[in-house]
């Protein structure tokens, strides 16, 4: 008879149950995402651009969102473009962040009257589309449902209520609510999409 079966290891839990995990406060459920994700995150920065020292910033950035949003996280979202939604948006504002301390750092006092300022770079809004798709993301699928068919895909209110059996009232009430979350998850200074 040969040896008994070595014991299986336990299943790690999956990303979606550490997040529950997070939420509730479960010791060391920040730890397991953190030792799972870090080394995917700073790849991922790398492939964007980051330098080694960046990447490893933008990573420790990356996950205390994920902790930030751990309430604002939906399991019917993939994890990954949550994270890695989340690390672009680490990342481009890591980049403004170093452009604006370049300007401060390289700045000529303002009162020499010879010589004019450099404007500054425009600010393409991608950061702020980035937080916009991750907000619309986190919203109830009924609310979520409304802002992507009317706002993203440009239908009507009335072939909105077709579409997701509605009456129309009804849409133009969850549009409402939906318009006011976004403005509570983006803060007062970030409006959404004019359109919203």
């Not at 730890?31 to 870090?38: K, N, Q």
Request: with cysteine.
């Amino acid at each position: 008879m040969g040896s008994p079966p070595a014991p299986l290891a336990p299943l790690e839990p999956d990303d979606f149950a550490l997040m529950a995990s997070l939420r509730t406060g479960a010791p060391g459920a920040f730890d397991r995402l953190a030792t799972r994700w870090r080394p995917r995150l700073v790849n991922f920065l790398r492939s964007l651009g980051a330098d080694p020292e960046a990447a490893e910033d933008g990573a420790q950035e990356t996950l205390l969102r994920v902790y930030r949003y751990r309430d604002a996280y939906r399991p019917d979202v993939p994890f990954a473009g949550f994270v890695f939604t989340l690390a672009r948006r680490a990342f481009l504002d890591g980049r403004r962040r170093a452009r604006r301390h370049e300007r401060h750092t390289s700045a000529v006092p303002l009162d020499d009257p010879g010589v004019v300022p450099a404007a500054a770079p425009e600010d393409d809004g991608c950061a702020e589309r980035i937080d916009l798709a991750v907000a619309v993301a986190s919203l109830p699928r009924r609310l979520r449902d409304v802002v992507e068919l009317a706002v993203l895909r440009g239908l009507p209110y009335p072939q909105v209520s077709t579409l997701l059996g509605i009456p129309v009232g009804t849409v133009k009430s969850r549009m409402h609510h939906a318009v006011r979350r976004l403005r509570e998850m983006l803060g007062d200074g970030a409006a959404p999409d004019p359109a919203l």
